[in-house]
């Protein structure tokens, strides 16, 4: 991939240019309905870059006003699960797409891919080869040399009894295949006679022991687009060497109609990795807890940590499309959802490293009230009522004995807002045995009330906190990244060796308000002073208030000139 690059907003797209001349008059798809496709393998959950092919298949139907179906592309039984399809469609419809009634499995097709492949080897343009694995490795030849078979010319009356005794299971799992008559000498390797069918005896989770071999995905692909009738089959860069192939099979077979590929570049995004098998060792390995781990790029985990499908949409629209692989900074997307939140997410008070602040004049016993905004970007959203009482919790880090120089906050002496309320004076503080402050104390001035100065003196620090006599308790979850490097895939070794041992904290016995004890998922909040934080979907209940850090609050995305 190339370096990083900063991601623009995009003008045009070389997809819609292409389908623009295919659908005009005397295109290829002269008044027809533009019809895409997402095939997802249900071997996994879907992450970050699935996105980016979900938003391109959708959304490119959306703009044309047609249609666009969901697939499970389930050919390979190896690790697919009934629980990766659900999951998939979860996190389509969460992203605000739908695929109405167009849901297939590529396995609906199998008798009829059976059927295309026989056609080939009547045709004479298909074999069956009893090379191994080994086999086929070492004959499979270099640039300067051409593959070789010598099974290539294999009667077809004997290939079709292979085939069909294939089929019925008298074959052991990799003594056969079924090969594609192409061109043993081509510099395209994938066209040097490939494998089109193998034999494989694993369950398959809907067609169970029906079937004992499966098409290749560079088979059985074009041939499910042509059944669905898709007019523009929208892949990523690695498919575009596949292409040959698929256009090969389906002028060769009798497709009922002739889908038109175009390749456009995946995302890549620093400081993660998206590859399947990759995050499933993650997972496997109990080196995250679960696909939806919000340190995982996965849309699921992305949902658990607080991101929105409208942050991901506005992502992904921002970093366009174009066929050159590129990096984009995992901070552009953590400036997307800065974004979005800023618009919608109420502000509210909590306290993470609680120290206890007592206001040593506030009369005992009482307790006031304060209306204070819940989101200042939206009016409609209205205020609420937060106590006030002589005991407060706030960050142990506002306040310091011995302030270090520019040290705004409260220190013996000095004077801070308590947001909304009133400004403190500090007078000091009480250390334990070890000499740890565990209380700090302050004198509050009536005079202030909402912070107001009526004599018109600046005080320049302003501090959240919480009534410590009417607040909530909460854990609160802090994450980075998942991997200490940009690119965990570059270095020697595993990527496992630049795993994050700091990319989760968790912190027991905060402090927040007490009407966050009834906030549910996937509600967010801003935490002021702190970041962006939602409700944990899994783990937060009442009684027990769990939060994920979404993001901070400052923004580290810094566009490249």
Partial sequence: MSENTTPEVMTGNFIHD?????????????????HTRFPPEPNGYLHIGHAKAICVDFGTAEKYNGLCNLRM????????????????????????????DRFYYASDYFEQMYGY??????KGLAYVCELNAEQMREYRGDTQTPAKSPYRDRPVEESLD???????????????????????????????????????????????????IYPMYDFAHPIEDAIEGITHSLCTLEFESHRPLYDWVIENISAPSKPRQIEFARLGINNTVMSKRKLRELVENNHVNGWDDPRMPTLC???????????????????????????????????????????????????????????????????????VENNPNRPEDGTRTVTFSRECWIEAEDFMEEPIKKY????????????????????????????????????????????NTPDGRKVRGTIHWVDANNCADAEVRLYDNLFTVPDPDA???????YLNPNSLEILKNCKAEKNLETATAPKSF????????????KDSKPGHLVFNRSVSLKDGFKPKK
């Fill in 73 to 100: 592309d389930d050919t390979n039984p190896t690790k697919e699960d009934v629980e990766y399809v659900d999951a998939i469609k979860e996190d389509i419809k969460w992203l605000g797409f739908d695929w109405d």
């Fill in 18 to 34: 292409f389908i623009d001349e295919d659908i005009a008059e005397g295109g290829k798809y002269e008044g027809k309905k533009v």
């Fill in 301 to 371: 985990g992305l949902r658990r940590r607080g991101y929105t499908p409208k942050s991901i949409r506005s992502f992904i629209d921002q970093i366009g499309v174009s066929k050159v692989n590129s990096i984009v900074e995992y901070s552009f997307l953590e400036h997307c959802l800065r974004d979005d939140l800023n618009e919608s997410a109420e502000r509210t008070m909590c306290v993470i490293h609680p120290i206890k602040l007592i206001l040593t004049n506030y009369p005992e016993g009482k307790t006031e009230e304060f209306e």
């Fill in 408 to 451: 705004q906050r409260l220190y013996p002496g000095n004077e801070v807002r308590l947001k909304s309320t009133y400004i403190v004076k500090c007078t000091g503080c009480k250390k334990d045995e070890n000499g740890n402050v565990v209380e700090v104390y302050a004198e509050y001035d009536p005079e202030t009330r909402g912070g």
């Fill in 491 to 497: 270095g020697e070794g595993s990527f496992l060796d």
């Fill in 162 to 212: 292979l085939f069909e005794r294939m089929r019925k299971g008298e074959f052991e799992d990799g003594s056969m295949t079924l090969r594609a008559k192409i061109d043993l000498a081509s510099g395209n390797f994938n066209m040097r006679d490939p494998v089109i069918y193998r034999i494989n005896r694993l369950k398959h989770h809907r067609t169970g022991d029906n079937w004992c």
């Fill in 526 to 537: 801003q935490f002021m002073r702190l970041g962006y934080f939602c409700v944990d979907n």
């Fill in 117 to 122: 492949a026989v056609e080939l080897i009547k």
